[in-house]
């Protein structure tokens, strides 16, 4: 595992990650991509509240500044 942030990005690539957003909102999807302003693509995405899914979205790009963080 790296030390950088992008590093740990990098070595979650193709695995499922937890992604908490401002307004309290997470995700959970299979991490397959992302850029330098931590733009996040996850496929195979859900919406949680509480630990339970709300909806499931299929494919999403979720905007860096909107990323509080990301649980490998």
């Not at 899914?53 to 490998?72: C, E, L």
């Amino acid at each position: 595992m790296g030390n950088r942030p992008l590093d740990i990005l990098n070595d979650a690539l193709n695995t499922s990650v937890i992604v908490r957003l401002k307004g309290a909102r997470e995700f959970r999807g299979v991490l397959q991509g992302y850029d330098v302003h931590m733009n996040l693509v996850l496929d195979e995405a859900e919406e949680l509240k509480d630990g339970e899914i709300v909806r499931k979205i299929g494919g999403v790009v979720i905007r860096g500044d909107n990323v509080v963080y990301v649980s490998p």
